[in-house]
């Protein structure tokens, strides 16, 4: 009985925050800071923005961490001049929300990525932080 008296109280809070229109906006307005700060290579920012235990995929299949992310932000390794965020969809699970959404990032005018991302993004004492990427490349 104890039991149910935890899980009933928690289940009806996950089923309210999952519709919550001002966490929906909250995280998009996140999701626009980081898009933001991968153009613009803002380290300070993403600091704050990633998880220490972040695993980042990339569409090629690569995996990096905060500090491999960080790294190709500040040496101009991973060069993006542009990026857009199209068809979003944000679930939202108490303090984790998933967006989904298509991406078409520009390396340059001539090289540009089309691909279906998933973002796992966590709320903790610092606000929203992404704890997860996983890209997948759109066939042309």
């Known amino acids: 009985m104890k039991k149910l008296f935890w899980i009933l109280p928690a289940a009806v809070a996950l089923a309210f925050a999952a ?60 060069v993006i001049t542009k990026m857009e965020f199209s068809d979003s969809s944000v679930r939202i699970y108490g303090n984790t929300a998933l967006v989904k959404c298509r ?22 004492a610092g606000g929203w932080q992404l704890a997860a990427r996983q890209a997948t490349r759109l066939t042309q």
Do not use: C
């Open 19 to 78: 519709d919550d229109p001002k966490a929906e906006k909250e995280i998009l307005a996140i999701m626009d800071t980081y898009k933001d700060a991968m153009i613009h290579n803002d380290a300070a920012v993403l600091q704050k923005l990633l998880r220490d235990d972040l695993t980042f995929v990339h569409s090629a299949g690569q995996l990096e961490h905060k500090a491999d992310v960080l790294k190709a932000v500040t040496t101009g390794k991973n």
């Open 103 to 124: 991406v078409d990032l520009w390396h340059s005018d001539t090289n540009i990525v089309h691909m279906n991302i998933l973002h796992a993004w966590v709320k903790g």
